[in-house]
């Protein structure tokens, strides 16, 4: 025990770094920038179109010519990287999801428009067969509706072959992240929810309940040749951010899901909610949990609100 000169005890206040806003500047272990986030967009076919997505509140599905003026106030507002989720029409689906190889097909198409038009910004790719397939789910099913691994795993390298001769940077396949319900919203986005009609994907993802199996999938991963690894969802499972980070010290991202973004949104929209200190504080709290980077549907608005605050 000790007293201190004024003979105030404790001698240790934590309050005192808390006192006012340079001081807390000065003491922030974490910080939020643009650079911190990867925006994901919804691509159509055809020439001007937008349509919205009911369950996620401002966020469209675009044509091409639509999304690059878009893509390029992101880049202007320092937003490092793209992901491209395609909407794929009805007629272009099949039971074996080939269109996703398709060397003209949309999302090579958008890869090359946006290469073209923004050198700069990185394009990453969803590597699934979850929009290009009748059924829904990811791969390729037999007839008990099983999918099969191996004839999976050979069209999703056709696929992940089309993305890089498009020019895609980035090619992130998704077939593995936790078997979670908060796709949803997605689900909705890209057209697959009424496809996969309640089937779900819990013999290929990552249960929920299981950390352990996550860090060997990643390991799995890494060992397979991966640059990058990459959490989802990721609020509710921080605990897995911070362990795989802890644990192979790689670049690793999380992805904020359709349904973390939907929540806020909703709670928002009801008044329940501050949105721009709750979305940031999610944000701030996913890079606290060792995350790299960030894919979040709030990419803009959070590098807009960033760029207020300074
Ligand atoms: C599947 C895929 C999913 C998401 C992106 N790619 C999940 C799924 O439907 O199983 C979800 C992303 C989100 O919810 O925002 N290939």
């Known amino acids: 025990m000790s007293i201190s000169a004024s003979g105030q005890f404790p001698e240790t206040r934590m309050r005192r770094s808390r006192r006012t ?3 807390r500047r000065l003491v922030a272990e974490t910080t939020l920038s643009s650079g911190d986030f990867i925006y994901p967009v919804f691509v159509l076919d055809g020439k001007a179109r937008t349509e919205p997505v009911p369950s996620m509140p401002g966020i469209k599905r675009q044509s091409i010519d639509v999304l690059l003026p878009e893509l390029t106030e992101a880049h202007a507002l320092g937003i490092p990287a793209v992901a491209l989720f395609p909407v794929i029409d009805a007629d272009r689906k ?7 190889a398709n060397p003209d097909g949309l999302v090579q198409r958008a890869v090359r428009a946006i290469k073209k038009a923004l050198p700069d910004i990185a394009v990453m790719t969803d590597v699934a067969l979850d929009p290009y397939t009748t059924h829904g789910q990811d ?10 691994n191996d004839v ?5 390298v056709k ?3 089309s993305h890089a001769a498009a020019g895609a940077d980035i090619v992130a396949p998704s077939d593995m992240k936790f078997a979670s ?4 919203p997605f689900r909705d986005a890209v057209g697959s929810a009424k496809n996969l009609a309640g089937g779900d994907k819990s013999t290929y993802q990552v249960a929920p309940s299981n950390g352990d199996e996550a860090l060997r999938e990643v390991a799995l991963d890494l060992q397979e040749g991966a640059d990058f690894v990459m959490v989802k969802p990721a609020l509710p499972y921080l605990d897995i951010v ?9 670049p690793t991202f ?3 899901v359709s349904g973390e973004y939907a929540m806020l949104k909703a709670a928002a929209a009801n008044g329940w909610l501050d949105e721009r200190a709750t979305v940031l504080e999610a944000l701030l709290g996913i890079k606290r949990a060792g995350a790299n980077a960030i894919l979040t549907y709030f990419a803009v608005e959070a590098a807009r609100w960033l760029s207020e605050e300074n």
């Open 159 to 161: 696929q992940t072959l």
């Open 21 to 23: 806003p340079a001081l």
């Open 139 to 148: 791969g390729i099913i037999d007839d008990s509706g099983y999918v099969l």
């Open 242 to 250: 911070r362990r795989v980070k802890d644990t192979y010290q790689v």
């Open 94 to 100: 099949s039971l074996d999801g080939s269109e996703c």
């Open 181 to 184: 319900a908060f796709y949803g």
């Open 152 to 156: 999976t795993v050979a069209m999703l």
């Open 254 to 256: 999380a992805y904020q």
